[in-house]
């Protein structure tokens, strides 16, 4: 809030206060010149005005509700930019990187201020970290077939993967269904692992400039005919003649990264299973444009040991049951 606005939010909510403060002392008075309890000498209806006061229970707890708000606006932020006298906040505002929130949350141990989410944070840290310690202990292929640790997984897979795999880890267009045997990057324990600590970024380059307009549309063409789709022969010949320039990520059978123990993540071309879309135009959205599909890193945000689960929940979700 820039200091205008500041000024101007104290001004209306210490002259509101001011206000309503004026207007309960004004009614404890009696200025009609009627006794009270007296007849103020309206009727309406049969119904006659008396000059009552207000209760004392109310009026005092009016008081109270006053001094609560002048308490509350001291200790607390509220009145404009003023942070309040307990220096408490809820949360590190204005960050905006890993490396911020980091900083931010010593600068305000250090500083004594109460930061309430990093006070919370620490609290579920000391309450829950041992159990994700015991079970970072055991190895992942156990811990897939432990129905507690798999519910621990789960609530942690709501929480922080859910917005992009879906709720059923699914997946959707551009993110990878989780419960299939199709992987980038390989669906194996330490493979699962590390996609989740460290992240991964696919590099697809865009094929436009290379192939041209006519190359685009021949190089599509081959790309779906390897899931047998039907399409121009001639155009999926001459686009198998200019695959070579793909098989360094795909493989000259096309299969894939996985399938050929190489680290790009190029997906798997002839399975029928798409990424972003098999139709004609999304394959050659992907030819033309390139791809590039960001998965974030967990180990800094979520701690090796909460990985570890995780990594054992996502394994167990393509296994048969
Ligand atoms: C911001 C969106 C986003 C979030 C949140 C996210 N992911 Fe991902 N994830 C992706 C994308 C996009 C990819 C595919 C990257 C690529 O295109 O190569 C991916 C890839 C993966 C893969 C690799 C799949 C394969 O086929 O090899 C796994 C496993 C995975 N994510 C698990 C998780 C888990 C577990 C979480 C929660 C801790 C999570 N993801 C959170 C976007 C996300
Ligand atoms: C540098 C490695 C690399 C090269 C070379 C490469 N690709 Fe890819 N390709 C990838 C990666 C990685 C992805 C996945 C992108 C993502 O996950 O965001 C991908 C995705 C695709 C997709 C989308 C697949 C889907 O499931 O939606 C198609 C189609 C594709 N590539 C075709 C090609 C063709 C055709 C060529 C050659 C002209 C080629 N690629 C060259 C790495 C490469």
């Not at 192939?211 to 155009?235: P, Y």
């Not at 990520?249 to 098999?278: E, Q, R």
């Amino acid at each position: 809030m820039t200091s205008f606005w500041s000024i101007w939010v104290i001004v209306l909510t210490l002259a509101c206060l001011a206000l309503i403060f004026g207007l309960l002392i004004w009614n404890l008075k009696n200025y009609t010149g009627v006794e009270e309890g007296e007849s103020c000498g309206h009727e309406f209806d049969g119904i006659e005005e008396l000059n009552n006061p207000l209760p004392k229970w109310w009026t005092y707890m009016f008081f109270a509700t006053f001094v609560w708000s002048v308490y509350y606006l001291a200790m607390y932020p509220g009145l404009g930019n003023f942070v309040g006298l307990l220096g408490w906040t809820s949360s590190n505002q204005g960050v905006t990187s890993l490396e911020e929130s980091k900083q931010a949350v010593l600068d305000a141990k250090e500083s004594g201020l109460w930061v309430q989410l990093d006070k919370e944070f620490e609290a579920a840290d000391e309450r829950f970290g041992p159990i994700f310690k015991a079970f970072a202990q055991q190895d992942v292929l156990a811990l897939a077939e432990n129905s507690e640790a798999l519910e621990i997984g789960q609530r942690l897979y709501a929480q922080n993967c859910a917005q992009c795999h879906g709720s059923d880890a699914r997946g959707g267009l551009g993110f990878p269904n989780l419960t299939d045997k199709d992987w980038l990057y390989g669906g194996n324990p330490d493979q699962i692992k590390e996609t989740l600590l460290h992240g991964r970024v696919a590099a697809m380059p865009g094929w436009e400039a290379a192939l041209g307009e006519q190359g685009v549309k021949e190089m599509t063409a081959f790309v779906l005919s390897l899931s047998g789709r039907k399409v121009n022969q001639k155009d999926a010949e001459a686009g198998k003649s200019k695959f070579a320039m793909c098989a360094a990520c795909h493989g000259m059978d096309g299969k894939g990264s996985v399938a050929h123990n190489l680290p790009f993540g190029a997906p798997d071309l002839t399975d029928n299973i798409w990424l972003y879309g098999g139709s004609q135009r999304a394959v050659e959205e992907s030819v033309r444009h390139g791809r590039a599909g960001v998965m974030p890193a967990w180990k800094d945000i979520l701690g090796e040991d909460k990985v570890h689960l995780l990594t054992a929940y996502v394994y167990s979700l393509s296994q048969d049951k």
